[in-house]
């Protein structure tokens, strides 16, 4: 079974600053996706950035990118330049093809202005 | 372009009781997933729906049922109701059934409340 592990239950960012979200995660298998989804208080869960596992470049979208550590199993999230809108739940996943996602217990990022 | 909607947003159920929660995927979306997401959790997947068939299961027990449309609507129904089945409960479509690679649009979800 896959497990994923975010040791951050909360944390906390000065707006316009950089924060870095972590995840680790387990798997015995080589091919897979990593996601990070946010969950503001309005609930909708929206995907913020995905790295397929087979490249090595780290994906980047806007002002969050991620470092993805395959042999340490490790997939963090940086938020560069936090904007108050930056509040919410982010969620950790995998998905293995013709599996299921896993997602890991989230951190709350509070943004101070 | 709709995207995933879920129906009712919110609804009280006392225990033992039954109850159907409705989801209808974003346009051009075939398949369906149901998650459970309890207060303070991630989310947990219950079962996708693809082709009208349950293609894949979380380890959820079988009072945890559901079905989806040739519209490619789904429901999820849940039996004899316990205190610990209050959740907030995720619908999220995607394409392809169990080769996609995407990523899953999510819905608002349904708020069960059961007392």
């Known amino acids: 079974a896959q497990t994923v592990t975010q040791s951050q239950p909360e944390m906390s960012v000065q707006e316009a600053e950089t924060v870095t979200l972590s995840c680790t995660y387990d798997t015995s298998e080589s091919d897979y996706y990593l996601f990070w989804y946010k969950q503001p208080p309005s609930r909708q869960m929206i995907l913020v950035i995905r790295?397929?596992?087979?490249?090595?470049q780290n994906a980047t979208e806007n002002r969050f990118s991620v470092n993805f550590q395959k042999a340490a199993k490790s997939f963090s999230l940086k938020i560069s330049d936090s904007q108050l809108g930056d509040a919410a739940m982010y969620f950790c996943a995998i998905y293995l093809t013709g599996n299921q996602f896993y997602f890991g217990t989230g951190t709350s990022l509070t943004v101070i202005p | 372009d709709a995207g995933v909607t879920q129906s009712p947003t919110h609804l009280i159920k006392t225990r033992g009781q039954q109850v159907t929660l409705r989801c209808s995927p974003k346009s051009g979306h075939d398949t369906v997933s149901w998650y459970q997401q309890a207060l303070g959790q991630g989310p947990q997947f219950i079962f996708q729906?693809?082709?009208?068939?349950?293609?894949q299961r979380g380890n959820f027990p079988d009072r945890f049922s559901g079905h989806q449309f040739p519209n490619y609507s789904s429901e999820l129904n849940v039996n004899a109701l316990l205190l610990g089945d209050s959740a907030l409960y995720l619908c999220a479509s995607a394409t392809g059934g169990a080769r996609y690679t995407g990523e899953l649009f999510f819905g608002e979800g349904s708020r069960l409340t059961v007392l």
């Open positions: 729906y693809y082709e009208e068939e349950e293609r």
């Open positions: 790295q397929e596992a087979y490249k090595q």
